[in-house]
């Protein structure tokens, strides 16, 4: 069997290829932490966030079904991973929300939940208020299973520090996911829910993308809110939804609420 394209595992969603490269040992004696959806089940985790949201609202599955999908696939599969740093499930649980799940790059700021860099002396941190483009996608009505890794102050081609430890690829556990969002992008390539929120000054959205098989969308500087996203006033990363196919990232840009104090989607 010869090695599958990049294109093709995108194009197959995922799902269908990795089982064949499972079978065939066509990824060399690298360890996969992806796995097939079982037969006859519709395979949720790797469905764009419109088909998800179309779904939703045909009563095709419901928000808690969807969400617990989720966690179980996180739970399943993160140990080897390490993607997931910090989890809200709880939380997300009692939440009446549309239902779409999604994580966030452990920079932004989640009220009640850990914010640190990777920096050892901030890991006792615990953020007040929500990042401004949290508190966007928490009123879209996304529910927020967890924070991913990050490299140390965000400025690696890895996702390690001292506080969470090493994020793996789950195409091969030996290899890094790139860096600094590579928890969000092993959480998408893994089917932790289909967005994730991150950040990009030199690459960090781009090269986590490349290396694990996702889209990321990197767009215009200061377009999106960094309040809450950022350490110091004058440091302003670009944010992003990222998402595992090209045309579901226009629908998750939408909320963003770019330049707008008052978000809407899906109307």
């Known amino acids: 069997m010869n ?12 799902a269908t290829v990795v089982a064949e490269g499972l079978r065939g040992g066509c990824w060399g004696n690298g360890a996969l932490a992806q796995q097939a959806p079982a037969a006859g089940q519709p395979g949720w985790s790797y469905r764009s966030t419109k088909d998800l949201a179309a779904a939703l609202k045909r009563r095709d599955i419901s928000a808690v079904e969807l969400l617990d999908q989720v966690i179980a696939r996180v739970e399943a599969l993160d140990g080897r991973l390490n ?70 102050v965000l400025g690696d081609w890895q996702s390690y520090n001292e506080i969470y430890g090493t994020t793996n690829n789950p195409w091969d556990l ?20 289909p967005l994730s929120l991150g950040s990009d000054i030199g690459g960090s959205l781009r090269v986590p993308a490349h290396y694990c098989g996702v889209y990321a969308h990197k767009p215009t500087l200061a ?38 104090h008052t978000l809407k989607i899906w109307a």
Do not use: H
């Not at 090695?3 to 995922?14: E, K, T, W």
């Open 3 to 14: 090695r599958p394209g990049r294109r093709q595992v995108l194009l197959a969603g995922g």
């Open 83 to 152: 993607a997931v740093v910090v989890r809200d499930v709880e939380r997300g649980e009692g939440r009446p929300l549309t239902g779409i799940p999604m994580t966030i790059k452990e920079s932004f700021n989640i009220a009640g939940l850990p914010t640190t860099w990777g920096i050892p002396r901030f890991k006792d941190f615990v953020a007040q208020e929500d990042a401004l483009i949290v508190s966007r996608v928490k009123a879209a009505g996304a529910v927020i299973v967890g924070k991913t890794n990050v490299p140390i």
């Open 223 to 260: 377009l999106v809110p960094a309040r809450g996203g950022t350490r110091r006033p004058r440091s302003s990363p670009t944010d992003r939804a990222p998402g595992r196919r090209a045309g579901r990232l226009c629908y998750g840009r939408r909320s963003l609420g770019a330049n707008s």
């Open 174 to 193: 030996g290899r890094t996911p790139g860096g600094s969002s590579g928890g969000s992008a092993a959480a998408l390539a893994a089917g932790f829910g």
